[in-house]
């Protein structure tokens, strides 16, 4: 019979059977199962690429425009609206969302995972404690910003009504840190249950068999919560890294209810410059600066092994 | 008989990997197929691409005499189990087994009448109504089972259905499903790496190695005259032993028996056991074959040629032996083997 | 070892209270402002703890804001939230499938490329968006600004939505679609009548994650849409309405508000509990 034409790279050995000769470049060489993979795999292309074309166009043009503009002064090319920017408090705004990005991260990725650890065990509130610690996913992040605002008072405040018991008060806006501190505590309120979610499904899936396994074994807890806790949940904890870390970098709202534009942050700054018409071209180069800092971060968090790894 | 399935010269690569090597088999209407292989080497896989949900390389499927090859899985009108049943979760057994005659837009009082005909062959009537995560593998099995005979396909595949259940189910379901194929009269083809599946499941097995069919046979011709010294090897609850030819004047070949082909009564050759293993009232002795030249070992004296290099056997017996005792026993039976193929066979 | 489990226990209890009364403290703080009169909390230099005195008028006020601030702009999130749902399944349903099919090695990576898309700043992104739309002058029209808002707001959504999705694909048995066809369903059916109402709890966490995310939403919508309160959504009015000097109604009117979406949230965590934001990595 004659040869198929996907068959012309094959030549018959001494004892009848097949012989691979070397794979085909050519596509219309493809013997015809390979043909129709490809063209399996690039229909399921397909069906993600509105979603992907999505978010890709509607990212990418947006921020070529501001990078564009952002060396645009009076209609030609500058850099001053790089320059200017440090007389507006460029400074202070990058190390005040760094401190509290890298601080808030440390301490809502701590604390979440205390609560994923809390609401894996079975204990009588459990229910109870499940669901007091969700409702702050519920509440919109400026109401809580304004709750906390009436907590954290200059003079007075929900706080001080607990602290004036011990016969103190805090100014809780008297320095910058103290204000970057309540940002700080109220970021943790609101986003901490989420992440606490998610390291609660890395957790449900370790078998506790391991953990009696190791603890036969002689391990105490802190070293079976090393060596068994923490690797299970290492790929989630790297999600939660790459997506609350770029999160926290774009902090917004929160600051600008709860202590408006001082201290500035990197969005309080732009926001604030893009409400004023005069210099919105600042409002343009702050925004390329922070959207750099957070590709730096994100590429250190990836090269860092933060890529999700398909575990089946 | 009439050919159910025609597999023309099947060729299936993946990537740089030839796994169906030009593969040629007819199987029967009404037979019982049985694909034999060891794990891997593209069992499912032949499988996969008769049914239609891979595509061939190269080559043809025919059945009834009808080319299916470019069709789609849903219009070869052929059925398939897989091994880990595919039964759609949170739906009733009912409704898993409803589901083909669903798509075939068959009315829904028709549906329920052939529904509940094949839950009663399949003593699976009183289940029909719970939800299939909560049923046990022995049922699960037979609501797979129900939800492929109920469409009367033209034929049907099976792939390792009964690996997942436990080894007493299995034992049942097997002799079950047995039944069930010859009053029904449906051509089967089933795929498994488990010999005793093969020898109580088959009309004919097929042994498939490297892509191709290396034998196709009913059991009891497998067991008796592999082709191959692999399938010596393979087929069987034990292997075939193989030893030098020239025991018999034969230098350049190998003989080949199964472990009941001797006669303890003889004394052409010796063994000397390493262990002994009971099975019910079966002695089989493992043991390594003596060297013609070697003297009768006395203890603390080595022999000649090292324990490494001496061949394995395993022989019936009808006693329990010693580790160390010497087994005397000559071959009632044999085959002969030139360069790994089945020359002739010899009966004493 | 029955005193170490003891120990372990009291310590267990000792921290879950303190986190439970750290997470409630805030909102225990928001039903004082809300249901007593605002001498007794905003303009009391400090606040009582307790609850000492019970009343509706701010609740009452809240709803006659003028010009319908704040219940209109409540109209508007949710119908900006609905949008943002279904537009999210829409995409993301695809999306999913098609990428539970690919390779895993290559569908991370195009996730992980959505995740990295959700990283530029709002407002790099809101502020080229909102220009254009001054350009056009269409910036105050009301279907303009639901639609505009819901469609930069999706794009925060849909990484996380694709994520919640996939892992529900990815947990259905490996051969369900094979076997699906081989009983004689074509792609549609199969797709249609078996993989997505055997995925419909995934889908509808997706869905509900989405109304939340963008209920919640901030800063596409304080640049998107900033003016005309009715005509903004409830975190800008909110915001417009603290910053103006009327926190005491929005704080009120936000509690009220807050409680279905607490509900919901409650509702969710069930299922969020169950391993669907892990998104088919774990198990």
């Known amino acids: 019979m004659a040869t198929p034409r996907g068959l012309q790279m094959f030549k018959y050995d001494s004892l009848n059977k097949v012989v691979m000769l070397n794979t085909a470049n050519d596509n219309t060489m493809l013997p015809r199962s390979d043909r129709i993979a490809l063209k399996q795999n690039l229909l399921y292309f397909l069906f993600a690429l509105p979603a992907v074309v999505y978010v890709i166009s509607l990212s990418f043009y947006p921020a070529i425009n501001v990078v564009y503009d952002s060396f645009i002064f009076k209609d030609k090319f500058s850099l001053s609206n790089y320059t200017g920017l440090v007389g507006e408090n460029l400074y202070p705004a990058l190390i005040d969302t760094l401190i509290v990005s890298v601080g808030a991260l440390l301490i809502q990725l701590m604390f979440a995972l205390a609560v994923a650890m809390i609401m894996i065990k079975p204990f009588k509130g459990n229910r109870i404690f499940s669901t007091i610690v969700i409702i702050p996913f519920g509440i919109s992040t400026v109401v809580s910003a304004w709750v906390f605002s009436e907590i954290f008072s200059a003079i007075g405040g929900y706080a001080n009504s607990f602290l004036i018991l011990f016969g103190i008060t805090v100014n809780w806006h008297a320095t910058s840190t103290s204000e970057l501190g309540i940002v700080m505590f109220s970021d943790f309120w609101k986003n901490t249950p989420l992440i606490a979610l998610i390291l609660f499904g890395g957790l449900s899936s370790i078998s506790p068999s391991m953990y009696e396994a190791a603890s036969v074994d002689g391990a105490g807890p802190f070293k079976r919560f090393l060596h068994i806790t923490l690797p299970a949940i290492a790929p989630l904890m790297g999600i939660a890294l790459l997506i609350r870390g770029v999160a926290e970098f774009n902090i917004f709202a929160l600051p600008l209810v709860l202590v408006g534009y001082s201290p500035p942050f990197m969005n309080t700054l732009i926001y604030s410059n893009y409400e004023s018409v005069l210099n919105v071209g600042f409002a343009y180069s702050a925004s390329v600066i922070l959207l750099v800092i957070i590709m730096i971060y994100a590429a250190i968090v990836l090269a860092l092994g933060g890529a999700p790894k398909y575990a089946k | ?348 | 070892m029955q005193s170490k489990n003891k120990i372990g226990m009291i310590l267990l209890y000792i921290a879950a209270i303190i986190l439970a009364v750290v997470f409630f403290f805030p909102i225990w703080i928001l039903i004082l402002t809300s249901f007593q009169p605002s001498n007794l909390s905003v303009y009391a230099k400090y606040p009582s703890l307790i609850l000492q005195s019970f009343t509706l008028s701010n609740v009452i006020s809240s709803f006659k804001t003028p010009s319908n601030g704040l219940v209109g702009s409540l109209l508007r999130s949710l119908e900006v939230a609905f949008i943002v749902g279904f537009l999210s399944l829409g995409l993301a349903i695809p999306a999913s499938y098609g990428l539970s099919k690919i390779s895993a090695r290559i569908s991370n990576k195009i996730i992980v490329l959505l995740f990295l898309v959700n990283m530029m700043p709002g407002l790099v992104i809101a502020i080229p968006i909102a220009s254009d739309f001054i350009r056009l002058g269409i910036q105050n029209t009301s279907p303009f600004v639901v639609f505009s808002v819901a469609f930069a707001q999706e794009l925060v959504v849909l990484p996380l939505t694709v994520f919640v999705i996939l892992g529900g694909f990815r947990s259905l048995p490996k051969d369900l679609e094979n076997q699906a066809r081989v009983d004689g369903a074509n792609f549609r059916t199969a797709f249609a009548r078996l993989l997505i109402p055997l995925n419909k709890i995934a889908i509808l966490v997706a869905f509900l994650l989405a109304w939340m995310t963008s209920w919640d939403e901030f800063t596409y919508a304080v640049i998107v849409a900033p003016i005309a309160p009715s005509n903004t959504t409830f975190p800008v009015t909110l915001q417009n309405y603290v910053s103006y000097g009327y926190p005491l109604i929005s704080a009120t009117f936000a509690l009220v508000a807050s409680v279905p979406v607490i509900i919901l949230a409650v509702f969710l965590m069930k299922y969020l509990k169950g391993g669907y934001l892990s998104g088919g990595l774990i198990g």
């Open chain 2, 1 to 348: 008989m009439t050919t159910k399935l025609k597999l023309q010269k099947i060729y299936k690569r993946y990537g740089s990997k030839l796994v169906l090597n030009g593969l040629d088999l007819d199987v029967e209407d009404g037979e019982f197929m049985v694909v034999l292989g060891p794990s891997g080497m593209g069992k499912s896989t032949l499988l996969r691409v008769i049914v239609g949900i891979e595509s061939l390389t190269a080559g043809k499927v025919i059945v009834d005499g009808r080319d299916v090859s470019n069709l789609p899985p849903n219009k070869r009108d052929i059925a398939m189990v897989f091994q880990n049943y595919a039964l759609y979760p949170n739906m009733t057994a009912y409704k898993n087994i409803a589901f083909p005659l669903r798509m075939s837009r068959m009315p829904a009082a028709e549906i329920n009448k052939k529904v509940n005909e094949i839950a009663e062959t399949l003593k699976i009537a009183d289940i029909l109504d719970r939800n299939i995560n909560l049923l046990s593998g022995g049922q699960k099995q037979r609501v797979a089972l129900a939800r492929s005979l109920v469409r009367n396909p033209k034929m049907f595949l099976l792939d390792e259905p009964l690996s997942n259940l436990d080894a007493r189910v299995r034992f049942s379901a097997r002799t079950e499903l047995k039944k069930l194929q010859k009053e029904l009269g449906y051509t089967f083809m089933y795929v498994t790496h488990d010999q005793q599946e093969a020898s109580t499941l088959a009309d004919r097995v097929a042994v498939l190695r490297n892509g191709q069919i290396e034998q196709l046979d009913d059991y009891e011709h497998l067991i008796n005259a592999p082709k191959s010294r692999w399938l010596g090897d393979f087929v069987g609850d034990f292997p075939m032993n193989f030893i030098d030819g020239k025991i018999i004047g034969k230098e350049d070949k190998e003989i080949g028996f199964r472990d009941s082909w001797i006669s303890e009564k003889g004394n052409d050759l010796s063994a000397t056991v390493e262990y002994c293993q009971v099975n019910e009232d079966i002695y089989r002795a493992y043991c390594k074959i003596d060297d013609e030249d070697e003297e009768e070992t006395t203890p603390g004296k080595r022999s000649v040629v090292s324990d490494d290099k001496k061949t394995s056997v395993i022989l019936r017996v009808g006693k329990r032996y010693n580790p160390g005792d010497k087994v005397h026993f000559s071959l009632t039976r044999y085959n002969v083997y030139l360069k790994g193929l089945l020359e002739t066979s010899v009966t004493e």
